[in-house]
């Protein structure tokens, strides 16, 4: 019978230079949801971030599970007057390293105060990433997901508060019988 997971939020942020050439701002803000959000340093036309990763998710799917879906949700805003700051590169982190399908959709940051709320989400209930998942590597503290973002006019400054992922997945042989 399919479950998930509850949402778990990341419990580690930090740069990671393998794409980009803009850094991020207090990368560990991501762990909480609180306003208080890490930054990437001013984008120019053209410039692209570091991949901003997030680990440490503190899962703890059973082990004889089947992972049928991951779902990344970010609290993402530009708080600058500027409008077009799009998604690069969304991708997950397995075994501490980027992997799998590239699931940036090229998705323009809304212009928001830094108290506003906008998610952006990637993935879903049955999307395995282009990655194959088993329980050990969404329970490891080196799984996670990396996101970068890209300038496509003047200055911008994307900002994350909070990211989260969701572990869709089936346990066979635990069905209904099994609570009595």
């Known amino acids: 019978m399919a479950q998930q997971s509850s949402k ?16 991020w701002t207090s990368p560990t803000a991501i762990s909480a949801d609180d306003s208080n959000p890490a930054a990437a340093n001013t984008l120019s036309n053209g410039d692209q971030s570091y991949y901003l990763k997030a680990t440490n998710f503190g899962f703890n799917i059973p082990s004889d599970s089947v992972i049928l879906g991951i779902f990344v949700e970010a609290n993402a805003m530009d708080p600058t007057d500027f409008d077009d700051l799009r998604d690069e590169s969304v ?14 959709a090229g998705n323009a940051l809304p212009v928001q105060a830094l108290s ?12 395995l990433w282009g990655t194959p998942l088993d329980p050990s590597d969404v329970n490891a503290s080196d799984f996670g997901v990396v ?13 994350i508060d909070a990211i989260w992922i969701t572990v869709y997945y089936d346990t066979p042989g635990r069905g209904f019988a099994e609570f009595f």
């Open 8 to 23: 778990q939020i990341a419990g580690t942020g930090a740069n990671d230079s393998s794409v980009g050439t803009v850094s």
């Open 116 to 127: 506003g709320t906008n998610i952006e989400s990637w993935g879903g209930s049955s999307d």
């Open 147 to 159: 996101i970068s973002y890209q300038s496509y006019s003047s200055l911008g400054s994307p900002n």
């Open 91 to 104: 991708r997950l982190v397995k075994g501490g390293s980027i992997q799998g399908d590239d699931k940036a």
